[in-house]
Structure formats: structure tokens, C-alpha cells
């Protein structure tokens, strides 16, 4: 059975900080891997998406990485802001129905 | 741009009572789910629409029925409200490979 971690559950950095937020399975067998990001009481909103096949993907200040094999995949973000502030979330999808199974979490608060 | 919309925002429901949640997406996707958010738990896949006309069970299915009215509709109901079902509900829908996530329904079972 899939399992997707996330570490570290929480994270507090001062604003203008690069940081990577993680995220690992345990099948490598994924047909993709999505980032997304959940302010409080809100739903979620797709950050990106990386292809089995690809290695990364960028969006403004956002950076994902893929390394199948390992299972892992980092979320970089650059110059952190205090309206990144929010919970992030990392979500495979192991089969073409498009089901995903989603990690548990990183919740990023950055500081003025 | 409208994309995945959830009915009601919120409820309150008395145990064994029953209710609808609505959901419709404007992205013209095949593919539609239910998810449930919990604290600790993460999201968990409730029920699942490949095309009109078809519906599976996802993870946690046991309490809830879904119904794919047309392309654009997914409900999930809940006959006999439990406490247990005191949740964070998402509907979402997508295409082979990004998925696309409504406001969700704060549901409290009493």
C-alpha cells in the first residue's frame, strides 16, 4: 500500500529564507506527483505537477524535484514571503483513475 | 473561472439524520472524487467517479453513497448521520493527471 511521508510536519523561518520542504513514498511505481498548497478553512490549490517521467518543475519561486527511485521529492522555495505562509501538501497518484494518496503535511510559517 | 463547486459551505447535522453534498465542476473533467479531511489523518479518498455512469470505492467508503448525476454533478450522501463523519469534505475533479480541488463543506455530526 502507497504511503507518502512529509517532514517536517512544521517549519518557522524568517521571511527572505530559501527552504525545501520534503516529501517521500514508499512505491516508486507513481503515475505523478502533485504539490498543493491549503490556507486555513480553505480548499486546495495545485502548485505543481511533475510527470513520472520528469525530473522538475517550476513555477515563479517554486522548484519540485522527482527522483523516483529514491521515492522522494523536494519542494524548494525561494525567498520565502510571509504570504507563503500555509500548509502544503504532497499528493502521488499510482494509477491511471487519477486517485491520489496524500501525505499528511507541512505546515510553513514564515516570519516578518 | 468557476472550476470544482461545493454545496453547503457548511452544516450541522443530528445523528442519523441525513443529508446531500453537492459538488459540479465547469472544466468539463471525466474524472471526479470525494475526499474527506481529517485532523491527523490527512486527506483519504471517500468515492470516486472514473466517467459518467461509473462510481467506486475509495479508502473509506462505509457510510456514504454517491450518485454521478451527469458529466458536470457528483453528490455524496449521507444516510444516517454519525459522529464519526464529523469532517472536512472536498470534492475535486481532473483530468488524467492534475486534479483540481473545490472550497470543501465543513460537516459537524452532533
Known amino acids: 500500500k502507497q504511503e507518502v511521508t512529509q517532514i517536517p510536519a512544521a517549519l518557522s523561518v524568517p521571511e527572505g529564507e530559501n527552504l525545501v520542504l520534503n516529501c517521500s513514498f514508499t512505491?516508486?511505481?507513481?503515475?505523478?506527483l502533485q504539490w498543493f498548497r491549503q490556507d486555513p478553512g480553505k480548499g486546495l490549490t495545485s502548485l505543481l505537477l511533475?510527470?513520472?517521467?520528469?525530473r522538475e518543475q517550476t513555477s515563479g519561486r517554486l522548484n519540485a524535484s522527482l527522483d523516483k527511485s529514491s521515492g522522494r521529492s523536494t519542494l524548494y522555495i525561494a525567498a520565502s514571503q510571509p504570504g507563503d505562509s500555509a500548509t502544503y501538501l504532497c499528493?502521488?497518484?499510482?494509477?491511471?483513475?487519477?486517485?491520489?494518496?496524500f501525505g499528511k503535511g507541512t505546515k510553513l510559517s514564515v516570519k516578518p | 473561472n468557476a472550476g470544482v463547486t461545493q454545496t453547503p459551505k457548511f452544516q450541522v447535522l443530528k445523528t442519523g439524520q441525513s443529508m446531500t453534498l453537492q459538488c459540479a465542476q465547469d472544466?468539463?473533467?471525466?474524472?471526479m472524487y470525494w475526499y474527506r479531511q481529517d485532523p491527523g489523518m490527512g486527506l483519504r479518498l471517500i468515492y470516486y467517479?472514473?466517467?459518467?455512469?461509473?462510481?467506486d470505492k475509495g479508502e473509506v467508503p462505509n457510510g456514504y453513497n454517491v450518485s454521478r448525476l451527469n458529466k458536470r454533478e457528483f453528490s455524496l450522501r449521507l444516510e444516517s448521520a454519525a459522529p464519526s463523519q464529523t469532517s472536512v469534505y472536498f470534492c475535486?475533479?481532473?483530468?488524467?493527471?492534475?486534479?483540481?480541488f473545490g472550497q470543501g463543506t465543513r460537516l459537524t455530526v452532533v
Open positions: 475535486a475533479s481532473g483530468r488524467n493527471t492534475e486534479a483540481f
Open positions: 512505491d516508486s511505481a507513481i503515475y505523478n
Open positions: 511533475i510527470q513520472s517521467s520528469q
Open positions: 499528493a502521488v497518484q499510482g494509477g491511471s483513475q487519477g486517485n491520489l494518496i
Open positions: 472544466m468539463n473533467h471525466n474524472s
Open positions: 467517479s472514473a466517467s459518467e455512469g461509473t462510481t
